[in-house]
């Protein structure tokens, strides 16, 4: 069966430090993955995707992921965390196929910014 | 195109009430999904419709609630006699029915039963 794992629902970190938000499928086929963030309030927008083109993905706001098949992961990281990134998010794999619409949501991962 | 819309963005009802809500997708994305979000919480599946076809439902998705996309394009979501455990944002979302192809997202209708 397909899945999406975030292995950490909150995760704290100081402004300028670098942030790593983890995310594991499982999946018997190819996916695309995508990475969407929620701000309070609102509706869930896209920061990136990886449909198995390169597999190191740059998304907006100086985000990107690693599609990694052997350790089947699509980590998110940022060099220096801002304020502003304070926010949801969550981790979305699309398969052929599935149930759900073929679209699996993970739990998301909860991201805090210290000044 | 203006992206996915979703009406009302905020709706306050009598617990027995009923309530409805509307998406209008963007043009030619043929796959249309309703989720479901309380706080703190992630989307959750409630149902998708491929053109004007319900696909799936959730069991979630209990006889109290209808959704329907009559030509294939907006779709709508209604709730019958509502309950407070009803409250949630509601969140609306397209794409064309490719794998690679992410969803688009609608602002939601935030729904408060009282």
């Known amino acids: 069966a397909q899945s999406v794992t975030q292995l950490d629902s909150h995760v704290s970190v100081s402004e300028g430090t670098p942030v790593l938000l983890r995310c594991n499928y499982s999946?018997?086929?190819?996916?695309?993955l995508f990475w969407y963030v929620q701000h309070p309030n609102k509706g869930l927008q896209l920061l990136l995707k990886?449909?198995?083109?390169?597999?190191l993905v740059k998304g907006i706001n100086g985000f990107e992921a690693e599609f990694k098949k052997s350790e089947t992961s699509f980590h998110l990281t940022k060099p220096s965390a801002h304020m502003s990134d304070a926010a949801e998010y969550f981790c979305v794999v699309r398969f052929y196929g599935g149930s759900q619409g073929n679209l699996i949501f993970g739990k998301g991962t909860k991201l805090s910014v210290k000044p | 195109d203006t992206g996915v819309s979703q009406d009302p963005r905020h709706k306050i009802t009598k617990r027995g009430q009923n309530v409805t809500f509307r998406c209008d997708p963007i043009s030619e994305h043929n796959r249309l999904y309703w989720y479901r979000q309380t706080l703190g919480q992630g989307p959750e599946f409630l149902t998708y419709?491929?053109?004007?076809?319900?696909?799936?439902k959730s069991r979630l998705l209990s006889d109290r609630f209808s959704a329907e996309r009559p030509k294939g394009s907006f779709s709508t979501l209604e709730i019958q006699r509502t309950e407070q455990g009803d409250s949630a944002m509601y969140l609306c979302?397209?794409?064309?029915?490719?794998?690679?192809?992410?969803?688009?997202f609608g602002q939601g209708t935030r729904l408060t039963v009282v």
């Open positions: 419709f491929q053109n004007e076809a319900q696909l799936e």
């Open positions: 999946s018997s086929y190819s996916p695309s």
């Open positions: 979302a397209s794409s064309p029915d490719f794998a690679s192809t992410e969803a688009f």
């Open positions: 990886y449909t198995s083109a390169a597999t």
